[in-house]
């Protein structure tokens, strides 16, 4: 298997970049829509940056990935009571389009209910993706039935499965990333309010960026291995950086100013509900853990705010300047330069 592409290494997309590190460090957010134009290095990030987690521990032969230290949680996983544990790489999960009900929740092993008259539950994509990354390419074109499915399990970080005379209750912790390009279909704004983050890329307009990337592509290809050792140190300070603040996020101070400065910036923006609030609450956190401060200021949240509210606004059909820049003149008014 070949090395992945180093996370570092991504030219631009500091947005995109930024909001996985917010997302990998607390998953309470809810996961990250990325939208933008095909071929912009969307997958390439989530898999890099999979790829640059430390390795977890597992028990051997769980279709959970059942953590050795929390053995009770997983009662439909014999394996998981007695196997041995062992470490294993972070896992990536890449759910396809045609991917049907069962396939992604889980459902009875007819094997084992024909051949052995057993009853047995048979792991979906879910439980394969439990504390890792869910990658969905395209969700805008997902069934939206099963977008909500998704996102109701990221949001309570549980897998609960009602049929064919099964009752199954599985953890089911995973950072949920979906990217899509608007002019292909958009996805309802109810379901798309649900997703924490929202980021938006586009094709480099700059020719020198457009150049290195090229070059560490094309370097990459030829060398992957050689390419990845020279990037080795800077994807070492990226993962320090997240286990750091990881270790520090309950300590994070949110003073009630800036809470007050968080609802008075959804409220001129014309949010609805309390979850835009909450996502610059928690990602505001995250990035003063990311940046080892003790406590969110202003800037983290001004920061943050385009990421946390730009797929939340109403649709004002006197207002053509895009959601981002009425959310920064929404700053401007109510936070400052």
């Known amino acids: 298997m070949s090395a992945p592409f180093p996370f570092s290494a991504i030219v631009g997309q500091d947005e995109m970049k930024s909001a996985l590190l917010i997302a990998a460090v607390d998953a309470r957010i809810g996961g990250v829509m990325v939208f933008g134009d095909r071929g912009t290095g969307k997958s390439t990030a989530v898999r890099a940056l999979a790829a640059l987690l430390p390795p977890i521990r597992l028990v051997a032969g769980s279709g959970f990935n059942a953590d050795p230290d929390d053995r009770g949680r997983y009662a439909c996983d014999p394996v998981a009571a007695t196997g041995k544990a062992v470490t294993g790489a972070v896992p990536f999960i890449d759910l396809p389009l045609g991917a049907t009900e069962d396939r992604v929740v889980g459902a009875m092993d007819l094997e084992a209910a024909l ?6 539950f048979e792991p979906g994509l879910l439980a394969r993706a439990h504390r890792g ?27 609960v499965v009602e049929r064919e005379g099964l009752s199954v209750r599985h953890p089911a912790r995973f950072v949920l990333v979906g990217s899509g390009n608007p002019e292909e279909g958009e996805l309802r704004p109810q379901l798309l ?14 020719l020198a960026e457009r150049v290195e ?6 370097a990459f290809e030829r060398t992957p291995a050689e390419f990845a050792a020279h990037w080795h140190k800077a994807d070492a300070k990226v993962l320090k950086r997240i286990a750091r603040a990881k270790a520090g996020l309950s300590g994070i101070v949110v003073p009630d100013a800036v809470l007050e400065l968080a609802s008075r910036l959804c409220m001129a923006v014309g949010a609805d509900g309390l ?12 990035l003063a853990a990311l940046e080892a401060v003790g406590t969110v200021a202003p800037v983290h949240i001004a920061r943050v705010a385009p990421m946390a509210l730009r797929h939340r606004l109403r649709r004002n059909v006197l207002d053509e300047t895009g959601s981002t820049s009425r959310i920064a003149r929404a700053v401007e008014e109510v936070i400052g330069g």
């Open 115 to 120: 051949t052995r008259g057993e009853k047995r």
């Open 133 to 159: 990354f869910l990658y969905i390419d395209e969700v805008n074109l997902l069934d939206d039935h099963l977008v909500d499915l998704l996102l109701d399990v990221a949001a309570s970080g549980e897998n």
């Open 193 to 206: 309010d649900r997703f924490g983050l929202s980021v938006e890329v586009r094709t480099p307009g700059v």
């Open 213 to 218: 990337i090229l070059k560490r592509c094309d």
């Open 275 to 286: 979850r835009g609030e909450l996502t610059l609450m928690r990602a505001g956190r995250a």
